[in-house]
Nanobody
């Protein structure tokens, strides 16, 4: 069973930065896509999670328009880890952030980590 272990998150003031990490329990293959989703407060269903950023095996990133220019996704295949550097955080970024691994039409989720942006 593939496991994704997340770290990072917490409370930060508007304009601040945080970095999320997600370590996979097996090698991240070149064909795998690593994703970060978030689930805002009041949105409880899994299908209400929003795709924030993703990165392919050839390091091609995608960003939702709401975070483009502020967030940076990266992957370190040697450490089986993907990162989400979040800068210039806004209150509307408050959510539970989930790491996701897409591998040959199978998807695995991390446990989620709370990010709260508030003064």
């Amino acid at each position: 069973q593939v496991q994704l272990v997340q770290s990072g998150g917490g409370l930060v003031q508007p304009g601040g930065s945080l970095r999320l990490s997600c370590t996979v329990s097996r090698t991240i293959f070149a064909t795998d896509t690593m994703n970060w989703y978030r689930q805002p407060p009041g949105h409880e269903r899994v299908d209400e999670r929003e795709l924030v950023a993703s990165i392919t095996g050839n390091n091609r990133p995608y960003y939702d328009h709401s975070v483009n220019g502020r967030f940076v996704i990266s992957r370190d295949n040697a450490k089986n880890t993907v990162y989400l550097q979040m800068n210039d955080l806004k209150p509307e970024d408050t959510a539970i952030y989930y790491c996701n691994l897409g591998s040959q039409l199978t998807y695995y989720w991390g446990e989620g980590t709370q990010v709260t942006v508030s003064s």
